[in-house]
C-alpha cells in the first residue's frame, strides 16, 4: 500500500480513507469506465483501455484475447494459415496457464474432437504452435503432451515468451 495523496496537503478531507477504485471488485473509478478492457501480462501489469487501442498496441509475446477469440503474436494477428484452430488454441492455454507447471487430463478440456483424441490434439493445436512460435520467435516453448491416444496430459511450464490475456472488466 502506498499513500499517493495526502489531503493535509492540500486542504480538510472528513472522510477518512476512501477507496475510489478496486477493479477486484467492481468499483471504478472516474476515469475507468465498464466497457474498457484489461490486458494483463504475466509480470501481474495490467493496462484498462478500449479494445481499439489495446489491438493497435499490442504487446510483444503471444497475447490471447479471451474477448475476441484471436492471438497476436509480437502484435501480428494471427490467421487461420497460422493456427488452425485459434479458439481451441486459446481455450487450452488458458487452462494450462491457470494452472502453470501442473499436468492438466485431457477430461478438464473443453469437449471436443481435439481434447478426446490426442492425435488431433498434437497434430491440430500442439504441433502448429509450437512450430510457430519456434520459426517466429525462436523459442521453443515449454508445451508437453503425455499419455496414450484416449488418455493424456498436457503440461505447460514457465515460458521465456512473454504471455499476455486480453479480459473484459468485471
Known amino acids: 500500500m502506498s499513500l499517493i495523496y495526502a489531503n493535509w496537503l492540500d486542504g480538510i478531507e472528513n ?5 475510489e477504485q478496486d477493479l477486484e471488485h467492481g468499483v471504478y473509478g472516474a476515469f475507468v469506465s465498464k466497457g474498457n478492457f484489461v490486458l494483463k501480462s504475466e509480470m501481474g501489469t495490467r493496462i484498462i483501455r478500449d479494445i481499439t487501442h489495446l489491438e493497435k498496441n499490442m504487446p510483444m509475446g503471444l497475447t490471447l ?4 477469440r484471436k492471438m497476436y503474436l509480437d502484435g501480428e494477428k ?3 494459415k497460422d493456427l488452425h484452430s485459434q479458439s481451441t488454441t486459446i481455450d487450452v492455454l488458458e487452462i494450462l496457464l491457470a494452472n502453470l507447471s501442473q499436468e492438466v ?3 478438464l478440456l473443453p469437449i471436443s474432437s481435439y481434447s478426446s483424441s490426442k492425435n488431433e490434439m498434437l497434430g491440430k493445436i500442439i504441433f502448429p504452435l509450437l512450430k510457430l512460435i519456434e520459426e517466429k520467435k ?3 516453448f515449454p ?3 503425455r499419455g496414450n491416444m ?3 496430459s498436457l503440461k505447460l ?3 521465456p515468451l512473454k504471455i499476455n490475456l486480453i479480459q473484459e472488466l468485471s
Do not use: A
Open 143 to 145: 508445451l508437453i503432451c
Open 157 to 159: 511450464s514457465q515460458s
Open 138 to 140: 525462436g523459442v521453443k
Open 150 to 152: 484416449t488418455h493424456f
Open 15 to 19: 472522510r477518512g480513507l476512501v477507496i
Open 65 to 68: 484475447d479471451l474477448v475476441n
Open 78 to 80: 494471427l490467421t487461420s
Open 105 to 107: 487430463s485431457s477430461t
